[in-house]
């Protein structure tokens, strides 16, 4: 079974490219997930922005398939992705410029993979660090200031 996904691809606004594009899965992926789809005649990265409901056989003839899924990665969120819309239409960018600005660049070159190999390697081991014995002792304020950040969640401003 086909799942029909909208997809934003890293387009300037001026381009011909309004909006998400349409693509095929066979799988179904999550809104904000991070795929590989054709554009021309390369393939880019992208962000499912939107699941549609099955749109028949003459939809079927005139889209592409999703090449690869970035499968270790978590979808972004629907806050996210509120944010990007906000950020397009304010600073008047297309959807996929401003999403994929907003992710670190190594992902555009990535194929899952790759990402799949950087994910397997071995975290560092920290057991055998050297343990620090001569720490300095904070002072009264610096102890008050640690137990006020741990006792509220929100965020700080340091000066």
Known sequence: ??????????????????????????LPLPVGSL????LGRREVLGVVWEVLPDSGALLEMQTRHVAGVLEGLPPLS???RKLVQFT?????????????????????????VQL??????????TSHAPATTNLIALSQEQTRAIAEFDADSRPALLF
Not at 88 to 112: F, I, K, M, N, T
Not at 116 to 125: E, G, I, N, Q, S
């Open 35 to 38: 795929v590989r789809v054709p």
């Open 88 to 112: 397009a239409g304010y600073y008047q960018r297309s959807l996929g410029e401003v999403a994929l600005a907003a992710l670190p660049p190594q992902l555009r070159d990535l194929s899952s």
């Open 116 to 125: 799949a190999r950087r994910l397997k390697r071995p975290v560092a081991d």
């Open 78 to 80: 629907a806050t996210w």
């Open 1 to 26: 079974m086909s799942h029909w996904l909208q997809v934003v691809v890293a387009a300037p606004a001026h381009s011909s490219i309004a909006g998400p594009l349409t693509y095929q899965s066979e």
